[in-house]
């Protein structure tokens, strides 16, 4: 069954360290539980009340899939070795990409290292205040990309070239 750790006051961190493994992994991460390879054979751990998630993936071409913000857990993400893939969830939110991070709006950062490019998804193109800046995001399809280019010929502050590869704009 599950695992669940709980946090208590202070300044608690969970930390998921996979580093030993050489073989390819696919690790779910939301803002209650992590699972790898659908939890066969480890099973999932869920987490509560921490302030700190950390992921460590192994050698292997490793997937970081359908990775959810959360409103009170920093995550940190290293894919390890290999080469490994990174999409994010955005659950509907605003998001911005700064170097090795992403921000989804009213949630805390997602932090990364050792991934190609990441693929956001299931976001939203409208800034949260107009201080906001725009910054390059990737996408998941072609339909994400037809919608954010909509939103630029309506006047949303969204940068889109026509020559669009491997679905960044």
């Known amino acids: 069954g599950k695992v ?30 992590i699972v790898r390879d659908k939890g066969v054979p480890v099973p999932a751990i869920g987490y509560d009340g921490v302030e700190t998630l950390n992921v460590t993936g192994g050698a292997g071409n490793d997937a970081f899939t359908d990775v959810h913000a959360s409103a009170t857990a920093v995550i940190n993400l290293n ?19 700064p170097a ?45 990309i037809a919608s954010a280019k909509s939103l630029a010929a309506d006047g949303m502050p969204a940068v889109v070239t026509n020559s669009v590869s491997a679905g960044q704009i």
């Open 4 to 33: 669940t750790v709980h946090g208590e006051g202070g300044n608690d961190a969970l930390t998921v360290n996979d580093s030993a493994s050489a073989a390819a992994h696919t690790y779910t991460v939301s803002a209650s539980v």
């Open 79 to 97: 894919g390890g070795g290999g080469i490994n893939t990174l999409s994010v969830n955005a659950d509907g939110h605003y998001v911005s990409q």
């Open 100 to 144: 090795g991070t992403i921000r989804v709006s009213g949630r805390q950062p997602i932090n990364y290292v050792n991934f190609g490019a990441p693929v956001v998804t299931n976001f939203s193109a409208t800034l949260p205040s107009a201080t906001a800046t725009a910054v390059p995001l990737r996408f998941a399809s072609f339909d994400d």
